[in-house]
């Protein structure tokens, strides 16, 4: 038989908020099309020890994490696609989402896209991407075995992908612009504590030298203004993420962010589209909070459906 092209519900994203709306739709017999985009999983499958996500006493590592998610969301019925969704056009009625390849259509989206890491924009930065400047510790830390590793952010990621890269690098060098940092106090704690860890206060990169690979990198002290040389072959960039909206600009409502807006945290301004999880959420962003969300965006998309057809039935006369 050949695969669907046309579900009661789409889902774009595969992350928690994604998988769990895909895990709900599933159970109450909606055979979703969930569109996980080629990396797919979202962002715990590019990180190490889950420890807050209830249920796991003793922590869990992000990518199994997501495989549970997502072996539970097809064994009720979730047809997952690995690809990503390059247009949407949700002013047409079944909306319709395309990919490279195929178009699809739906009579309701939920959009779960969640965010990408940002990056410096700083010279040397895209150059050297790959080869010695990464926003990803647990894809790329083994390169740097017993080298100098900086990390550049204040807040969790940074305390994490640091007392991560700990375990490769010579020294991890934490470079923050302020002179406190935003992450949780259990996860600064735990880096400030680290012997193999130091922090540069109030200070930015500015530049990533090397021709080949990172070498150095040229740092400013926001206080003097000073401008100094640091040697480093590795530059892990932990600054937060950005909103992954871009396929939906001009047809759903965003924030002045590049966030979904929306009233309630599940209904968009198109009837029909809902959203769930980072994509939407600029506060929390947190893989329970994702998986809450898109366990309501589920819900509220069935109780759509529902209504539909309760409103076909009343058109077509007996
Ligand atoms: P975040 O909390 O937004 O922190 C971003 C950090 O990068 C801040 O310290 C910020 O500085 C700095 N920054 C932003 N733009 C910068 C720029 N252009 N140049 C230099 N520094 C810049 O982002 P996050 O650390 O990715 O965390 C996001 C959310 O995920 C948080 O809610 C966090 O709790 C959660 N999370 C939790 C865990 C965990 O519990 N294990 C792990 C990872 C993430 P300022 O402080 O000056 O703004």
Redesign the pocket.
Known sequence: MPAPTHAKVIIIGSGPAGLTAALYAARANLAPIVFAGHMYGGQLML?TEV??YPGFVDGIMGPELMEAFRAQAERFGSIIHNVDVTEVDLAKRPFVVRTAEDEFTADCVIVATGASA?W?DIPGEARLRGRGVSTCATCDGAFFREKHIVV???????M?EALFLTRFGSKVTVI???DS????KI?AERALNHEKISFIWNT?VEEVIGEDSATALRIKNLVSGEVTTLEAQALFI????DPNTGIFRGQLTLDSAGYIASDDGVRTNVEGVFVAGDVYDIR???AVTAAGMGCKAAIDAEKYLESLETHHKAAVPA
């Open positions: 990180t420890e807050n940002r410096l550049v952010g204040g807040g969790d990621s940074a994490e923050h612009r302020r940092l935003r992450a949780s996860m930015a932990a600054i937060g993420h929390y962003k947190q």
